[in-house]
């Protein structure tokens, strides 16, 4: 934006005559801003948005573009994982070994610890944790703001009586743009766990046109660096994040979920002010002075929201409830639920609590129930197989089981008549 500014107000200053028509002509005219004038203080106002961005985006002021910064930071998460895997195996008694805890994920591998080293308890403890989902929740949300405004002095001669007029235009142009990007994806740590996404954070098999993770386009993996002028691009601390989750979780009475919520904001500001004065030439219309302001303002504001969520409550949240009934059961240890459910689940409670504050105003029901009707439908909450898919619980299963089947019933009736009905246009 700048270079356009300054090359205008240099035009300016090289200009000459702007009307070549007679001084007696230009006199016997009405007062006022010639087309010449006009054109200028467009040009000035041009100058001040053309270097602007039409589509603000994080690519414009960001060492590095949105997709590499979401791929670095969850590649920042799983290394804190790894690390917790390796407290794990020291933990285990006899102390697991031989293992890499960068692909511990991988099925294959799990079999072969559980072989290799009998006590891990598999299915009560390890497989929990493997089946831990996390839910982002990204918005990049960018504001740009131009001003400009110019002023042109213009001497014109003035015969009878003898003196000079002088006139005076100026103009002026205000912009403002805004470009909201907002998405959500999600992990298991299963998948953090795996050969295929070590490659992936190791730079490893990667398309050419890639933008690397790593300082040397290779193993190993090394986080960015905390950067204070733009935040995002650098370490945002979710490798402590998961490991402040899993040391939570183990404590007695712990809860089973965790969420997290960053904002970074980066404000931008640049002025540009220029102004040329030219001596006036006797008799001459001529232009003797010409001024540009220009000011410009951005507001990157970038959220990242996080949540961690087991498959179900931990067993020390359900110690005390074990001899009611199976619903009750359910309802005191936490229902066995899809993990992305709860986890996609958390994280809409908190973005709704966050929005709620934002706009100082209470929705009529609260985030709590309002969630679990819009997380239903990207996500069943259940397995299908020891609870109902729709609501969780084990009783409502063959319920739900009976209707399914029904449903499916009469889907493979409609198509069957659908089938019967081209047969017989076919044959006439």
């Not at 919520?261 to 500001?269: G, V």
């Not at 020390?316 to 409830?321: C, L």
Request: with cysteine; proline share 6%.
């Amino acid at each position: 934006m700048r270079t356009g500014i300054i090359e205008s107000i240099r035009q300016l200053g090289r200009g000459r005559n702007f009307d070549a028509r007679p001084a007696k002509s230009a006199a016997a005219r009405r007062p006022g801003p010639s087309g010449g004038v006009r054109g200028i203080c467009t040009a000035f106002a041009l100058a001040a948005l053309t270097g602007c961005a039409i589509h603000p985006l994080v690519d414009d002021v960001s060492p590095i573009p949105t997709e590499a910064i979401v791929a670095a930071a969850r590649c920042e998460l799983r290394l804190g994982l790894v690390h917790q895997v390796e407290v794990w195996f020291a933990d285990e008694v006899p102390p697991v070994t031989g293992f890499d805890p960068n692909t511990i994920g991988d099925p294959a591998n799990l079999k072969l610890m559980k072989k290799l080293f009998p006590k891990v308890d598999l299915e009560g403890d390890w497989q929990q944790y493997m089946d831990i989902a996390i839910a982002y929740e990204w918005t990049f949300d960018i504001t740009e703001t131009n001003h400009a405004d110019a002023g042109v002095g213009f001497r014109l001669p003035v015969l009878n009586p003898v003196g000079t007029f002088d006139l005076n235009a100026g103009g002026n142009a205000n912009a403002s743009r805004q470009a909201k990007r907002t998405f959500k994806n999600q992990d298991t740590f299963r998948d953090l766990l795996t050969d295929k996404k070590w490659k992936f954070c190791n730079d490893i098999n990667r398309s050419v046109e890639h933008f690397q993770n790593t300082p040397t386009d290779g193993p190993p993996f090394v986080p960015q660096p905390e950067r204070f002028v733009y935040p995002i691009t650098g370490s945002i601390g979710l490798a402590r994040a998961v490991t402040s989750f899993l040391k939570i979780s183990v404590q007695e009475g712990a809860l089973d979920t965790f969420t997290d919520e960053l904002t970074f904001t980066t404000t931008f500001n640049g002025n540009v002010g220029g102004a040329v004065t030219l001596a006036p030439v006797p008799k001459e219309f001529r232009l003797v002075n010409a001024t540009a302001n220009l000011t410009g303002s951005r507001l990157d504001l970038h959220k990242v929201k996080i949540s961690m969520a087991f498959p179900r409550a931990r067993a020390t949240q359900k110690t005390q409830k074990q001899k009611v009934d199976e619903v009750l059961k359910d309802v005191a240890g936490g229902y066995e639920l899809n993990a992305q459910w709860r986890a996609a689940y958390a994280l809409c409670v908190v973005e709704a609590r966050s929005r709620e504050d934002d706009l100082k105003n209470l929705r009529l029901d609260p985030p709590e129930v309002t969630c679990l009707e819009s997380t239903d439908a990207f996500y069943p909450r259940g397995n299908g197989r020891t609870n109902s898919p729709l609501f969780g619980r084990r009783n409502e299963l063959p319920d739900e089981k009976v209707k399914l089947e029904e449903q499916k019933q009469k889907l493979d009736e409609q198509k069957q008549k659908k089938k019967e009905r081209q047969s017989s246009e076919e044959s006439r």
